[in-house]
């Protein structure tokens, strides 16, 4: 048998690399790396130059200060033209003053023009900066990619001309232009060569959110940092099928608030379609929403079911329709307190500022600045017991007192009116006797003011100035008038206010049961806090709850709880849009209101003009102030009250007399020494009144051992030094009342 052999495999070795592959040359990596930093400045210029940076925030921003821009240029533009108007008509003025001949139809047509340039003037103060639509977002976005390309541009050929004149310079000798040029160029292609990876987000290191807002800003939402604002737009057609309501603390993001306000709304069948413009506040959200039928007054009607579907606490929902934009509302959803970051007051020395200024009054809910002027304003200031009312008349007061052309009057025939500020105001009437006295006073003047502008040459209503002051005059607690004083005081708010003699009366109802007229809606300036619907209606309109005005929402405060006391909605404000949007005036402590009312006392107390007192003399009294005789000529009824003068009118209301006055020797001037010289010889400066009294009978038994102290301050009263006034704490009494020691030493 044959064997078979097999066939004998020889393992072969692995076939070698014949050529090892040669290792880059030095050249190779320097070309490599130089395409690789050519590459990185490519990559960085072009995404540069397209304002990749720029992410919709920032383009949002960009648009809306190019809108304010333009807004302020339009504003100085016509700022420019209202002095100029002013100075053509006031040269033109003096040139006719001066016996030129100055065509009368001139002057009427300069001053027209005055008043026509001021009226656009207001206009255009008053027109707020709407947030920027879409096509201005672009454009924004569109005109920084056009300067960055002009930059760009300008740098080459700039580099051209400096590269040109460094040679230039090297070649005579001077090197050092190239030796710059040189560093600076490799240090600009270092920084732009770098490795490049757009949007790479850094770490924030420090946190952003402060402990006191709500806890669904605290909440860090998916996705990043919490959101402060967006221009998210988001409609109905958007919403998940199926998707149902959920509460506002589930919101992490303007996308989340959008489709939880779009839920909320759907669930209720209020017919918003469409939630735009979301920002987060500190205390809650805001957004725009537009309803795709009727108008936002379905929001308003259904204000509190919202707030269920929410979880908000009570008046949490505060829509506020946009006049220039019929569909759309502001849409505020408050979870905390909305005016916890306004600032104060700013402290305002004495006749610092002009009754014809804007002052600061408070802040609104959107955090604007709530500016008035007060100049031939009458006013209506509505509030329940709690509601603040007293707060906002001091507020109003601190501004009308810190002026140096106009005189304050404080009238109360229930209460103590402006209280703290008692000092700074010239008249004080708390008697009826008091009150209607005031009130007929003012109303002769204004008359004989009338007639006196003329020929003062002042035109169509009195011109306000140091010479020839502004009266405002608080009437608190109005439907506790008699009523006398309330027939003269609607007289008043008739013909006062182009006269500078303006009137601020304050009711707890503003409906004809308090005012005893339907006079509410026929005064200019209404600021309306916690309240009743009904007031708010006889105040605003019949429409007004409708349109957004929700003043009875707010809730007046208790012993332990502030609450909504001195918040307000506000018509009228000169130069402001009648919009219905809640503020907060600002409440200064009673400390400092006292200060403040000391140092406006000291500095001197504004006197009216001799011309318009004068004017007085040759104007009839109403016929319903009169007395009335019957046919043989016997006084059948006396009048109920009589005109005084100024001096009288000082005297009955114990205010100090006109400066310059003197008092005649008498137990009157007496009494005014002797307390100055017993608080000079204690070495104080103001002295309670029954302790003044305790003292003057240590020092002069005889004069004033058996007098009282009722029979002491109708002697003071009758010096001209007034009613006891409010001292501030002397020792364990905090508002003692008395006399104060420079008060009476002005007396003599």
């Not at 648009?63 to 209202?82: E, G, S």
């Not at 300008?154 to 190239?178: D, F, R």
Request: aromatic fraction near 4%.
């Amino acid at each position: 048998m044959a064997t078979e052999i097999e066939p004998q495999h020889t393992e072969q070795p692995p076939v070698e690399v014949a050529a090892e592959q040669a290792e880059p040359t030095r050249g190779d990596r320097i070309k490599a790396a130089f395409a690789e930093q050519r590459s990185n400045i490519g990559a960085r210029t072009r995404d540069w130059l397209a304002a990749s940076d720029i992410d919709p925030v920032t383009a949002i921003q960009l648009a809306t200060d190019n809108k304010q821009r333009k807004h302020d240029n339009r504003l100085a533009q016509q700022q420019r033209i209202v002095a100029e108007a002013h100075g053509r008509f006031a040269h033109a003025k003096a040139r006719s003053e001066a016996g030129e001949d100055i065509n009368a139809g001139t002057l009427a047509s300069l001053g027209g023009k005055v008043a026509a340039e001021e009226s656009k003037l207001a206009a255009l103060q008053a027109t707020p900066v709407l947030p920027p639509t879409d096509r201005e977002i672009n454009a924004a976005r569109t005109s920084k990619k056009a300067g960055r390309v002009a930059i760009v541009a300008g740098g080459a050929l700039g580099s051209l001309s400096v590269l040109g004149t460094a040679i230039e310079q090297t070649a005579t000798g001077q090197p050092m232009l190239l030796a710059v040029v040189t560093v600076g160029a490799g240090y600009g292609w270092y920084l732009l060569s770098r490795p490049f990876v757009r949007g790479r987000a850094g770490e924030v290191p420090f946190d952003m959110t402060p402990a006191s807002l709500p806890a669904t800003f605290q909440a860090e939402p998916a996705g990043g940092a919490p959101s402060i604002g967006s221009h998210v737009v988001m409609n109905v057609e958007q919403l998940a099928e199926g998707a149902k309501p959920y509460p506002l603390r589930n919101a992490r993001t303007p996308d989340q608030l959008a489709e939880c306000v779009l839920l909320a709304a759907r669930a209720e069948n209020v017919p918003i379609v469409e939630v735009s413009d979301v920002q987060r506040q500190p205390w809650g959200w805001q957004c725009i929403v537009r309803v795709g039928e009727g108008t936002p007054e379905a929001i308003i009607s259904k204000a509190g079911d919202l707030e269920t579907r929410f979880d908000l606490k009570t008046n949490g929902v505060r829509p506020q329709p946009i006049l220039e934009r019929r569909a759309c509302a502001i849409l505020r959803l408050v979870e905390g307190d909305p005016f916890a970051t306004a600032p104060g007051l700013p402290y305002r020395p004495p006749k610092s500022i002009s009754i014809m200024e804007k002052s600061r009054l408070g802040t609104s809910v959107g955090g604007e600045s709530l500016d008035a002027a007060f100049a031939g304003v009458m006013g209506l200031v509505v509030a329940a017991s709690g509601g603040g009312k007293t707060g906002l008349l001091q507020a109003i007061g601190e501004i009308t007192t810190a002026c140096y052309d106009n005189i304050t009057i404080d009238l109360d025939p229930h209460g103590d009116g402006l209280e703290d500020l008692h000092d700074a105001v010239r008249v004080t009437g708390r008697s009826h006797e008091q009150i209607e006295a005031v009130l007929l006073f003012f109303l002769m003047l204004s008359k004989g003011r009338a007639r006196l502008r003329k020929k003062l040459g002042m035109g169509k209503k009195w011109k306000v100035s140091k010479e020839h002051p502004h009266f405002t005059i608080i009437f608190d607690e109005f439907p506790k008038g008699s009523e006398l004083s309330k027939k003269l005081a609607f007289e008043l708010l008739l013909v006062g206010r182009k006269e500078a003699v303006t009137l601020i009366i304050a009711s707890q109802g503003g409906t004809r049961l308090y005012l005893g007229e339907n006079i509410a809606q026929m005064i200019a300036f209404k600021a309306v806090g916690p309240s009743k619907v009904g007031d708010t209606r006889a105040v605003f309109g019949d429409g007004a709850v409708a349109e957004g005005w929700l003043p009875h929402k707010l809730s007046p405060a208790t012993d332990t709880d502030p609450k909504d006391a001195g918040h307000v909605y506000i018509q009228g404000v000169p130069g402001r849009p009648d919009e219905p949007i809640e503020y907060a005036v600002h409440e200064t402590p009673s400390a400092t209101l006292r200060k403040l009312a000391q140092e406006r006392f000291e500095a001197g107390l504004i006197e009216p003009d001799q011309a318009s007192l004068d004017s007085m003399k040759g104007v009839d009294l109403p016929e319903y102030v009169e007395p009335v005789w019957d046919n043989e000529g016997n006084l059948k009824k006396p009048a109920p009250i009589d005109l005084l003068s100024w001096e009288q009118l000082l005297k009955l209301c114990g205010a100090e007399p006109p400066a310059g006055a003197e008092l005649t020797d008498g137990p009157a001037r007496a009494a005014i020494q002797d307390s100055v010289d017993v608080m000079v010889k204690r070495d104080v400066d103001r002295m309670k009144t029954e302790t003044l009294v305790a003292a003057l009978q240590e020092h002069d038994p005889d004069a004033y051992g058996e007098m009282d102290v009722e029979e002491f301050k109708a002697l003071m009263k009758k010096a001209g030094a007034g009613a006891p006034i409010t001292l501030g704490q002397i020792g364990e009494e905090k508002n003692p009342r008395g006399f104060k020691r420079d008060r009476l030493r002005h007396l003599l």
